[in-house]
């Protein structure tokens, strides 16, 4: 696992909270999965030429 993007207790304290168990290999899934949608987000950014990440680039 490397650097997560996420707070891990929070995720698990949410997933807990739901009635659910967190396997140790969901959070590294997740701060891929995050990663990404950042990525994407900055893609649309710079294409409309802005140097600030909105809501609506997500």
Do not use: Q
């Amino acid at each position: 696992m490397g650097d997560l993007l996420i707070v891990a207790s929070k995720v698990k304290e949410f997933i807990k909270a739901k009635g659910c168990h967190t396997a140790s290999d969901s959070l590294d899934a997740l701060s891929k999965k995050v990663e990404s949608l950042l990525g994407e987000a900055a893609k649309r950014c710079k294409e409309n030429r802005r140097s600030t990440v909105k809501p609506a680039d997500l």
